[in-house]
T-cell receptor, first 114, second 112 residues
């Protein structure tokens, strides 16, 4: 596709349930990032993938959060036992080495935990 | 620590010029980015500075002073469609990551 795509666009879940968020990066982009944007907050870094490896997981807020990437392309962010404070917009970005490594963002998944 | 400051809100008039300032204190630095984000949409890339000075791109310009930890985004000939949040972000220069550290964004309202 032409840009980064994410699914679902919106997700409403009950506290304690698990959710999976998907990101399809721009074709050929080897780097992939997950960020979280809470109401009134700046974007918060969660995890960075280079290929299928995650050299930086420092932003994951707890062990309920995990992510994987397969085939150097699609990535899935999983949140287990969701809590109300997990409600936020989860944004994925991808970049290609060189050219200033500009990150291009997807439209995000709006997660609401009731 | 990592700290990026920018004004929370600004108001400007259609056709005018507005300057959005950003100051940063980060443990590392490998470039500064400006993104535009309309409500409910993805951030879109506007500009990138890694060396001191001014980068101009149409109606948008961005300036960087690394010694002062300071950048600004200049928008000329404002249009109503420029009403959006403007996000300042610093790229970490840690060897294992190119993560962006974002400010909270400046919400710009362009009035007729």
């Amino acid at each position: 596709g032409a840009g980064v795509s994410q699914s679902p666009s919106n997700k409403v879940t009950e506290k304690g349930k698990d959710v999976e968020l998907r990101c399809d990066p721009i074709s050929g982009h080897t780097a992939l990032y997950w960020y979280r944007q809470s109401l009134g907050q700046g974007l918060e870094f969660l995890i960075y993938f280079q290929g299928n490896s995650a050299p930086d997981k420092s932003g994951l807020p707890s062990d309920r959060f995990s992510a994987e990437r397969t085939g150097g392309s699609v990535s899935t962010l999983t949140i287990q036992r969701t809590q109300q404070e997990d409600s936020a917009v989860y944004l994925c970005a991808s970049s290609f080495p060189g050219g200033g490594e500009t990150q291009y963002f997807g439209p995000g998944t709006r997660l609401l935990v009731l | 620590g990592q700290n990026i400051d920018q004004p929370t809100e600004m108001t400007a008039t259609e056709g005018a010029i507005v300057q959005i300032n950003c100051t940063y204190q980060t443990s590392g630095f490998n470039g500064l980015f400006w993104y535009q984000q309309h409500a409910g949409e993805a951030p879109t890339f506007l500009s990138y500075n890694v060396l001191d000075g001014l980068e101009e791109k149409g109606r948008f310009s961005s300036f960087l002073s690394r010694s002062k930890g300071y950048s600004y985004l200049l928008l000329k000939e404002l249009q109503m469609k420029d009403s959006a949040s403007y996000l300042c972000a610093v790229r970490d220069d840690g060897g294992a990551t190119n993560k962006l550290i974002f400010g909270t964004g400046t919400l710009l309202a362009v009035q007729p």
